[in-house]
């Protein structure tokens, strides 16, 4: 939240109720979120707000480097991090359980970088996501018995 605050005190910017709001839905999931779960949170929460304005308040934080829209999901995630440009910015998203890690790396960007620039391509955005199992749900998974023809029912 502090991130926030200081973005629009830099930037003059005002930190309404509803930015603030949002932004604390998204600081308080570990998996991204879509609009309108963000909407319904936020009715829950006692502090309706039409799904256009948070949309509007979403486009703002992604504008300003606060959150991150994860394309494959259509939702969004609190950034923790502060990037440059020249960033690739990595999602590990858990099919499971939907958590997703943000983590960075400079070789992923340096690589992508040169086979852009080989290919003559320019990047308008370096996110890159990556699918697959998080620990915890592969503990989970290793946990259970194994699957027989007799568990099965066949």
Not at 7 to 26: D, E, F, Q, S, Y
Not at 61 to 68: K, P, T
Request: charged letters at 25%.
């Amino acid at each position: 939240m502090s991130r926030v605050e200081e973005c629009c005190a830099r930037k003059g910017l005002r930190m309404t109720p509803l930015r603030r709001n949002v932004m604390k839905a998204l600081a308080e999931s570990h998996v991204p979120l879509g609009a309108y779960e963000i909407v319904q949170k936020l009715s829950d929460a006692g502090d309706p707000a039409p799904p256009m304005s948070v949309y509007r308040v979403l486009d703002f934080l992604v504008a300003e480097g606060l959150a991150h829209r994860i394309e494959s999901r259509n939702a969004y995630l609190a950034c923790a991090h502060t990037h440059d440009d020249t960033d690739v910015v990595v999602f590990l998203i858990c099919e499971h359980c939907g958590l997703t890690r943000e983590v960075g790396s400079h070789a992923i960007g340096r690589d992508l970088a040169w086979a852009a620039r080989a290919a003559g391509f320019e990047p308008r955005q370096r996110v890159l996501e990556v699918a697959g199992s998080c620990a915890h749900c592969r503990e989970a998974a290793a946990a259970l018995p194994p699957v027989t023809p007799e568990t099965a029912g066949g």
